[in-house]
Structures are given as C-alpha cells and as structure tokens.
C-alpha cells in the first residue's frame, strides 16, 4: 500500500467514498448527487493539503481528508476529519489503521496539537478504529427531529 496525496484523476474514486460516507453519516438526508460531490472535491483539490489517498497496485482503496485549522481563541493548532472511507474489498484489514496512522503522524508533524472527527453513532467500525488509535469521545452531539414521529429515531 503506497499512501500519497490525492490528484484530480481519483476524482471518480473520491466521489463514491464521499456518497459512501454520506449514507453512513447522515441516512436521513445523505447527499448522493455524484456531481454535488465532485463540484466540492474539485474545488477541495485546487489546495489538497490533507487530501491523501491509499493505492494498491494503481487501485485507490482508501480516502482521507482532513483540515489544519487554528483555535480563533487560543492560536493552537488542530487537525480536523472531513472523511475517511476504504473501498468495500478493503475493510476490516490493516489498510485502515495504516491510513489514520499516516494521518495522526502527519498531523503531528504539521505541528497540530490534536486532532478531531465525528463519527455517526451506528457506525461501529470507523469507532472502533477511533478506539484503537487512542481516540476520546469529547463531545456528544444530540438532535430533536421535527420530521418524524418516531421519538426513538436518530
């Protein structure tokens, strides 16, 4: 597995990690227009720091975005997830934890103090990697849907 930063011919590949993830992330209302999502990574792509992506043998299999902010208050430096995705052949193996891995080391050289991501709550696999790299629950975002009458729904 050869990681390295995303280009604009992965463009179909970032695409359906980015619908992927939004099914996973947001099933009420996930936006799955390919071309809504390759307008946001074009633009994304014109500075892709943070963008990178796994390859094997030419084949992209995972995806990872990330954004270096600063805490307006504090002038600390901090990494923030925007996605994470491996292609369905590759989940459940090493290719993640060795992305995010590459992630948290980049991270760091970059001189981020820490680093955030949101994870939906059903999604078990992407926590247990949180998990494995000694992530923290931090904050617990809640929500009231006014377009259900199901009290019990996310």
Known sequence: MHIR??????????????????????????????????????????????????EVDGQVVGWLWMTLNT???????????????LHPE????????????????????QGAEWISGKVHMKNLAMRALYAALEFRPKHLTMEYRFDTDDETSS
């Open 5 to 54: 930063v995303a280009r604009e011919e992965d463009l179909p590949a970032l695409v359906e990690f980015e619908i992927a993830i939004a099914r996973i992330s947001f099933p009420e209302d996930p936006v799955t227009s390919p071309a809504t999502q390759e307008k946001k990574l074009r633009k994304a792509l014109q500075s892709p720091q943070g963008m990178f992506v796994a």
């Open 71 to 85: 805490q307006f208050l504090t002038g600390k430096k901090y990494a923030n997830f925007r996605s994470f995705a």
């Open 90 to 109: 590759w989940r459940g193996g090493e290719t993640g934890y060795r992305l995010m891995r590459f992630c948290v080391d980049y991270c760091r050289q």
